[in-house]
């Protein structure tokens, strides 16, 4: 079965530089959720769209910005990276419809900052 | 409103039983569990969305008092697979879509 697929697995960015995201949510999903997760910590969420519309909004700061496209795959963007962006990303997709289902993780995106 | 889950650890022994609990200041429409390994993507276990539901995924059951505002995952008879982190995610009642917030989670350690 087909799952959420995330790009890259691995990136090294330097500080102040920027970087991109991607998650493929799984198809006839209509929700994705983007999950910032530092070394031991829980995931705090940093927003989400249903139906290419942003739906809510957690703890994403103002330099990272996010969009769902047509093809419902969604971008995270992130400029002026600092050390303390060094995290796992992750990205769940869901399928909304009548009613909530479970999200769906993708096996993230490792982003260190140097 | 994060879920507050407790206890924050748990070390059994294979064969033994846990509770993790975890509850919320506000109203909640759905309950979720997922159990995450070091490196690893959260792996979906259960959703509970009617007050008073049980639900069951081998020895591994979960309830949701919806009046309580609470749920709990009942892990019985514990493998060393089982060893990881607990998280719950919440959605509340009324809420948008699209917006799971997880616990801090409990840690689980299976020993032989």
């Known amino acids: 079965a087909a799952g959420v697929i995330q790009s890259p697995r691995h990136l090294i960015k330097e500080k102040r530089e920027t970087a991109t995201l991607k998650c493929y949510p799984i198809?006839?999903?209509?929700?994705v959720y983007w999950y910032q997760q530092g070394p031991g910590q829980d995931p705090q969420f940093l927003i989400s769209?249903?139906?290419?519309?942003?739906?809510d909004k957690g703890s994403i700061p103002d330099r990272f910005s996010a969009q769902q496209f047509s093809d419902y795959h969604s971008e995270l963007n992130m400029s002026s990276l600092e050390l303390g962006d060094s995290a796992l990303y992750f990205c769940?997709?869901?399928?909304?419809?009548?009613?909530?289902?479970?999200?769906?993780f993708g096996q993230g995106t490792r982003l260190t900052v140097v | 409103q994060q879920p507050v889950q407790s206890p924050q650890a748990v070390i059994l022994r294979e064969g033994e039983d846990a509770v993790i609990n975890c509850s919320s200041s506000?109203?909640?429409?759905?309950v979720h569990w997922y159990r995450q390994k070091h490196g690893e993507a959260p792996v979906f276990l259960m959703i509970?969305?009617?007050?008073?539901e049980q639900k069951g995924h081998e020895k591994i059951s979960a309830s949701f008092n919806e009046k309580k505002q609470q749920s709990s995952l009942y892990l019985t008879a514990s493998q060393l697979s089982y060893s990881g982190t607990y998280f719950c995610?919440?959605?509340?009642?009324?809420?948008?879509?699209?917006?799971?917030?997880f616990g801090k989670g409990t840690k689980l350690s299976v020993k032989p």
């Open positions: 769940a997709s869901s399928r909304t419809g009548a009613g909530r289902t479970e999200a769906f």
């Open positions: 198809p006839r999903h209509d929700t």
């Open positions: 769209f249903y139906e290419k519309m942003q739906s």
């Open positions: 506000k109203a909640l429409y759905s």
């Open positions: 509970l969305l009617k007050g008073g």
């Open positions: 995610g919440t959605e509340r009642h009324g809420g948008s879509q699209g917006n799971l917030i």
